[in-house]
Structures are given as structure tokens and as C-alpha cells.
């Protein structure tokens, strides 16, 4: 459960590096991804991505050590 905690984790970072980047004006992945953007690679990211928030959503107060404090 820790390392699908992590996996995730790392995922929603380069997600939300993602949408900065857009919002900025810089399609990154437009460049080194297979088929730009729209392509099926992107799309398994991002589904990926929508996944590991679903799963930090539910998952991250037991699994955060600060929340399971009383924290956030």
C-alpha cells in the first residue's frame, strides 16, 4: 500500500507540473510525446494521473503521517 501511496504521489507532482506548464504557455509533452498531446500515451498519463488523485483522496489521511495527527 506504500509504494502505490508513493507511485501516486509522484504521479499528482508531474500532473500538477503539467497544468502549470500549460497555463504558462508550454505544451512539453506536445514535444517528446509520442503523438503530441492527443495521443494515446498522453492519454494513459492522464488517466493515470486522474487515478492517483482518486486514490490520494481517499487513501492519504491513513497513510499520511501528519494527518493521522490531527494535521490537515
Do not use: R
Not at 506536445?30 to 490520494?56: D, R
Amino acid at each position: 500500500m506504500a509504494n502505490l501511496h508513493k507511485v501516486s504521489f509522484i504521479l499528482l507532482i508531474i500532473g500538477g507540473l503539467n497544468w502549470l506548464l500549460f497555463v504558462m504557455g508550454w505544451e512539453i509533452g506536445a514535444s517528446f510525446l509520442p503523438g503530441g498531446m492527443g495521443g494515446t500515451f498522453a492519454k494513459v498519463v492522464y488517466v493515470l494521473v486522474g487515478l492517483s488523485a482518486i486514490n490520494e483522496a481517499f487513501a492519504h489521511k491513513v497513510l499520511c503521517k501528519q494527518c493521522a495527527k490531527g494535521g490537515v
